[in-house]
Nanobody, 117 residues
Framework: VQLQASGGGLVQPGESLKLSCAASGFPLSRYAIGWVRQAPGKLREGLVCMNYDGTTDYADSVRGRFTISRDNAKNTAYLQMNSLKPEDTAVYYC????????????WGQGTLVTVSS
């Protein structure tokens, strides 16, 4: 079981970025997939989780700006991030579990997103 996050980088405030999370060893279509971030000096923050049935739960801090999606054929999940702010700067992780209500059992390695002018 492996999750590999990618797509991070340096962007300016107001710009967009799309992160990818490629899964291997298990079918994403049957599991929950979520995104979590950790900013320097701050606690880990759960951003969004999508259950196997497509239902989602967003944190208030990103609702309306970030969108999670999943391509079952590619066994890959995505996080589309729009209207990025400097406070979105963090290492972003994808993680998976049986259901969003459970603690994440599998974690990707993280990808750094820096929002700065």
């Amino acid at each position: 079981v492996q999750l590999q996050a990618s797509g991070g980088g340096l962007v300016q405030p107001g710009e967009s970025l799309k992160l990818s999370c490629a899964a291997s060893g298990f079918p994403l279509s049957r599991y929950a997939i979520g995104w979590v971030r950790q900013a320097p000096g701050k606690l880990r923050e759960g951003l969004v989780c999508m259950n196997y049935d497509g239902t989602t739960d967003y944190a208030d801090s990103v609702r309306g700006r970030f969108t999670i999606s999943r391509d079952n054929a590619k066994n890959t999940a995505y996080l589309q991030m729009n209207s990025l702010k400097p406070e979105d700067t963090a290492v972003y992780y994808c993680a998976s579990s049986e259901l969003c209500a459970y603690d994440y059992a599998y974690w990707g390695q993280g990808t750094l997103v820096t929002v700065s002018s």
